[in-house]
């Protein structure tokens, strides 16, 4: 395995606030993504079938108002509970949450994010003083009960208290959102967005606050623009394109096209930020881009009915509305070319072809530093763990892990699958996930080494592999080769 880069910022540096403010992001998109298909067909489902969809049929829409009322938030209470406290505190959060929901006249998206992990942290609690002093054969009745009557509390004060706060503090972002949107003004956004995106807290803007100011409005009108003021496409493509083509060594040129396909297809945003990082200037660019498409987005009147997770272009034309498809790509296609053309000239202005080609590895792998700083801090635990495994032929199903269980996992997880595949093994399923959401069946877990603490926390039963990158790294070729072993020696035989 290859030596730590320097220039990295390991685990071990200390806690930063970015860190804990990504490490907050990490819990929020653990809460949200997981139930990212509920939303989009919610979303579909608007665009379709409401009044001004490309369907209209008053039957077919009435499950929408339920859903952005009931189904969305208690998912999202019932997640986030069971993040805190397993299965228990996702009762509690969902019924918690109720409350909030009964007594409220718009979506309570925040609230459930707030009350679903606030009620699980609270049942923990209570079992942590009772659990100890249950004499042998009570506990069922004792668990049901300190949750039945927490659960009553919980409703009564989330009803009568809770409520009321966490509305009134909707309402004052909601306001403030809506100002800067009335005076013009929410392109300068991307001053924020766009630096935020590349030290790895876009989820603290998306899912914490984006998407669920997002639902609302598009309860009341169909679509909104919150879900793409953050997530538009545009920019990353138009500055991956710059370095394609006036990249100033092979490796960037090289890499840039499939990077491109990446992040514009597939949505993975992650995979144009140690670009940035290369080059911090360019994060001009990032922002003069992000900052004129929300403005041709503006200026179109247009949003997406439902938060486009991944951000992909297909994401955004599947959740675009009637009337809206012009101004939707008009928007990515001017973010785009803003940004390719300022990373054009930055680079025209660098440091010329002796630039040492090391450079992008060097900030990918501190890309992948910083993100794993959060996720240490968000499991408050920092090391390394190897696991020390069974037989190749013993292994029938495995995990690549990571924050979300979507980007980097998940193209580990195909490349590796394909490679068992062409040498024999397709007794062998490789699939991604989240860390926390690590399937039971499963025999190995494959993780960066910065995660490996936290999988295996949640999952000490399974052995964990550990990996500088999801792609090419060493550690995968000595795992490939003890898992087709097998094969090998039977084809001997």
């Known amino acids: 395995m290859s030596q730590p880069i320097e220039g990295a910022l390991p685990a071990e540096t200390g806690t930063s606030l970015r860190a804990r403010i990504q490490a907050f992001g990490g819990f929020l998109t653990a809460m949200v993504i997981p139930n990212v298909g509920a939303f989009i067909a919610w979303g579909l489902l608007t665009a379709l079938f409401i009044p001004t969809g490309w369907l209209p049929n008053e039957d077919l829409a009435a499950p929408v108002t339920p859903m952005i009322t009931y189904v969305l938030p208690l998912l999202l209470a019932f997640t986030g509970g069971k993040l805190v406290h397993g299965h228990r505190g996702g009762v509690a959060g969902a019924v918690g949450t109720i409350g909030l929901i009964v007594g409220a006249d718009i979506p309570m998206f925040l609230g459930a994010m707030i009350m679903?992990?606030?009620?699980?942290?609270?049942?923990?609690?209570?079992?942590?003083?009772?659990?100890?002093?249950?004499?042998?054969?009570?506990?069922?009745?004792?668990?049901?009960?300190?949750?039945?009557?927490?659960?009553?509390?919980?409703?009564?004060?989330?009803?009568?208290?809770?409520?009321?706060?966490?509305?009134?503090?909707?309402?004052?972002?909601?306001?403030?959102?809506?100002?800067?949107?009335?005076?013009?003004?929410?392109?300068?956004?991307?001053?924020?967005?766009?630096?935020?995106?590349?030290?790895?807290?876009?989820?603290?803007?998306?899912q914490g606050i984006y998407y669920p100011l997002g639902l609302q409005v598009a309860a009341e009108e169909g679509k909104s623009i919150f879900f793409m003021v953050a997530s538009n496409p545009g920019p990353g493509l138009g500055l991956l394109l710059a370095f394609w083509l006036f990249g100033h060594n092979r490796v960037v040129r090289d890499s840039a096209p499939g990077a491109v396909i990446i992040h514009f297809l597939g949505g993975i945003h992650e995979i144009y930020f140690p670009y940035v990082l290369m080059k911090p200037v360019t994060i001009l660019a990032m922002i003069a881009g992000?900052?004129?498409?929300?403005?041709?987005?503006?200026?179109?009147?247009?949003?997406?009915?439902?938060?486009?997770?991944?951000?992909?272009?297909?994401?955004?034309?599947?959740?675009?509305?009637?009337g809206d498809h012009v101004g939707v790509i008009a928007g990515v296609l001017v973010a785009a070319a803003v940004s390719f053309v300022i990373t054009a000239a930055l680079l025209k202005f660098g440091r010329g072809a002796d630039e040492d080609e090391s450079d992008l590895a060097e900030h990918a792998a501190r890309s992948r530093a910083m993100k794993a700083e959060g996720s240490a801090v968000l499991t408050g635990v920092m090391g390394g763990v190897d696991g020390a495994g069974r037989t190749g032929a013993d292994v029938r199903r495995i995990v690549f892990a990571c924050d979300a269980g979507m980007g980097s996992s998940a193209m580990g997880a195909s490349a590796f699958g394909k490679r068992l595949r062409s040498a024999g093994r397709d007794d062998v399923r490789v699939t991604h996930a989240a860390i926390e959401?690590?399937?039971?069946?499963?025999?190995?877990?494959?993780?960066?080494?910065?995660?490996?603490?936290?999988?295996?926390?949640?999952?000490?039963?399974?052995?964990?592999?550990?990996?500088?990158?999801?792609?090419?790294?060493?550690?995968?070729?000595?795992?490939?080769?003890?898992?087709?072993?097998?094969?090998?020696t039977d084809a001997e035989q």
């Open 290 to 322: 992000g900052a004129s498409g929300i403005a041709t987005f503006m200026l179109f009147d247009v949003g997406l009915t439902a938060g486009p997770s991944p951000g992909s272009i297909f994401a955004y034309l599947a959740l675009t509305p009637p």
């Open 437 to 488: 959401s690590v399937p039971v069946d499963a025999d190995l877990v494959v993780v960066h080494q910065d995660l490996a603490h936290r999988a295996r926390a949640a999952r000490p039963d399974v052995e964990i592999v550990t990996i500088q990158s999801y792609l090419g790294d060493p550690a995968l070729d000595t795992l490939s080769e003890r898992l087709t072993e097998r094969t090998t």
């Open 116 to 206: 679903g992990p606030l009620s699980a942290w609270l049942i923990k609690q209570v079992d942590r003083v009772l659990e100890p002093k249950i004499r042998s054969g009570f506990e069922m009745v004792v668990n049901n009960f300190t949750l039945g009557f927490l659960g009553l509390g919980l409703i009564v004060a989330s009803y009568r208290v809770i409520g009321p706060v966490i509305s009134a503090l909707n309402d004052q972002l909601l306001r403030a959102i809506n100002a800067l949107v009335e005076t013009g003004a929410l392109p300068l956004l991307s001053i924020l967005n766009e630096p935020a995106k590349v030290l790895f807290l876009n989820n603290v803007i998306d």
